[in-house]
């Protein structure tokens, strides 16, 4: 693994695996009445919010705070940004502060990458959404919700996605979360279908590892995980559709489309839905529809992502029987997780 977690295309294969894994360990951690590790005690973890969040903002706090670290919570709202302070000026405060890792969401597409390479700061530096270039840990819980519902929770340990077909619809234009999910779901072995009205799709992209079509109905039936995009109205200058009607009848999923897709086909949102525009009420709202297990999954993965950039090497979970190696997971031996109860 690398010093920083900047855009899922840095993420080798067996890098993505041990995340997943590890992730898969520290899920058991939200199973138990006391949901917490002593991992990062001692350690502290910034989280520098320049856009609004909700799902992510809150995932990672909840993360860090399972993992024992101490968590300092910036928006730029009502902070010296708004002030004019320049990105180099915040990030040299929270140097001087002492800061071990800084979670970043940015408007700008590239600010983690510059934090980080920068010279500015010492700290790891993780990507929480920048413009409309990456947002890796979203990739990696989409991934995770994907392996255990079409590969199974123990059945998946050391596995990738091989295979399965994933369809992605909607503004891949203006989305990070399209972007990081391209490239982690291609590492991983699947294969991807982007669907989206030709204006929705950026230059270059016959350049991507993915199929293009602009056909819904056609698509749906050879899909083992449906994701549907939000229209990112904030970050449009233009009209990229005629009206909201004419999108969401053509790329839309309603129930009656939902029915094209095979009967273990799950629907996956990143959230925040516009009910009524890219899903309807009742395909949220279905048993199919896995917005909210994507969530809870996001604190697991943030876990294990801070976990393995951070953790040294102290075991972050200890089992209370003796850990069973499982044939096909290489890393089962060497992760930390293999340790016996102290
Ligand atoms: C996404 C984001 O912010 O990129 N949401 C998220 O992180 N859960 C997608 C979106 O805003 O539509």
Redesign the pocket.
Known sequence: MQRHLISAADLTRDDAVLILDTAEEMARVADRPIKKLPTLRGRTIVNLFF??????RISFEAAEKRLSADVINFSAKGSSVSKGESLKDTAQTLEAMGVDAVVI?HGASGAPYRLANSGWIDAAVIN??DGTHQ?PT?ALLDAFTMRRRLVGRDAGLGQDLSGKRVTLVG?VLH???ARSNVDLLHTLGAQVTLVAPPTLLPVGIEAWPCEVSYDLDSTLPKSDAVMM??V?RERMHAAFFPTEREYSRRYGLDGDRMARMPEHAIVMH???MVRGMEITAEVADSDRCTVVE??AN?VSIRMAVLYLLLGGNEPAVTHTRPPVAHPSNEHSAHTPFAAEEK
């Open positions: 856009e609004d969040s909700t799902r992510t969401r929480a959404g947002h979203q503004d989305s990070r979360v995009l939000r990112q990143p959230g925040p994507q969530v996001g």
